[in-house]
């Protein structure tokens, strides 16, 4: 017998909740705020909104389903199953905080606050929570895929990202590697830089535009949806020893970017989730593409 569905609600923490840990009490929190010309009111709306949005979308899990909740601090202790429909309840980051433990489970995007989140892959209210669960399970229902990118290290420790995956020193140090596509002869060039940085066509909105805009690149951003990844090497510096041949390009289907590590530890991570990250030492190589995993995002 199958499982009944499971709604798998992922949220984060308010600033609201935040503020209470560090300060204690509302009154605390109030005043810490008011001292930095600030109103907790506002602060506590917003709260409330993610709270009712919360209870609403949680009514709405059909009575035969099962369900539970996970906070994005949980996410790389949590245990996502193949009968799971995510409902990521919050912002756009917290979809993408959330990918990368998927594995083609449909996600639905509830949007906490309409008007202040951009509402890119959170685009439904609460709601629509009922339908949209629904048409997640339906033959045929409407969802896009969308492009991820992943690393795979040497010794297979790999790495998922919806947005985008940084390779790069800990710190502000400079990182040493050897740079090249898969499949090449050789070694690769041998670069000194502050990373680099591999990003998909969600990602074009963020990170990964702003470097695209500081190159004045010609290379066409790509699309959600499209399989191919851009990617930029950051402050790559020139010497004797090192080059800067290589500090961009773009990833089609099939084709990978490769790094061998020449220092004594570079981090990778994905989405800004630097606590969860990849850690390769000297020698050590990684592979960058197309991930066969989309994010199925219900429309």
């Known amino acids: 017998m199958s499982l009944a569905p499971r709604a798998v609600l992922v949220h984060r923490r308010t600033e609201y909740e935040e503020l209470l840990a560090r300060h204690g009490t509302h009154g605390q929190a109030a005043f810490f705020l008011s001292s ?16 009712q949005a919360l209870r609403e979308v949680a009514a709405a899990v059909p009575l035969t389903w099962r369900s539970t909740r996970v906070e994005r601090a949980d996410l790389d202790r949590f245990l996502f199953g193949p009968e799971d429909v995510v ?13 990368k433990y998927l594995r083609g489970q449909p996600v ?18 609460s709601a629509d929570t009922a339908a949209l669960l629904h ?9 896009e895929e969308l ?32 740079l090249g596509p898969e499949g090449e002869e050789g070694p690769g060039e041998a670069q000194a830089s502050s990373g680099v940085l591999v990003g998909t066509g969600t990602g074009a909105t ?16 790509p699309a959600p949806c499209e399989r191919r990844l851009l990617w930029f090497v950051r402050e790559a510096w020139p ?52 991930a066969e995993t989309s994010l199925r995002l219900v429309t």
């Open 239 to 290: 010497s004797p020893a090192t080059g800067t041949s290589r500090v961009s390009g773009e990833l089609g289907q099939g084709q990978g970017l490769r790094l061998t590590v020449e220092t004594d530890r570079i981090v990778v991570f994905g989405d800004g989730m630097e606590a969860d990250a990849l850690e390769l030492t000297w020698g050590q190589s990684i592979r960058l593409g197309i």
């Open 206 to 221: 963020g990170w990964l535009r702003s470097l695209w805009l500081e190159r004045g690149s010609t290379a066409e951003l």
């Open 147 to 178: 492009t991820m990118v992943e690393a795979v290290a040497d010794d297979t420790q790999r790495l998922l990202a919806l947005n985008e995956i940084y390779l790069g020193p800990p710190g502000h140090q400079t990182a040493r590697y050897r």
């Open 108 to 125: 639905v995007g509830i949007d906490t606050d309409p008007g202040r989140n951009p509402g890119i892959l959170v685009r439904h209210r």
């Open 36 to 51: 930095r010309g600030r109103s907790v009111d506002e602060v506590l709306r917003r709260h409330d909104r993610t709270r």
């Open 87 to 99: 409902v990521v309840v919050g912002q756009d980051g917290l979809v993408a905080n959330t990918a």
């Open 135 to 143: 048409a997640a399970i339906a033959a045929g229902g409407l969802a």
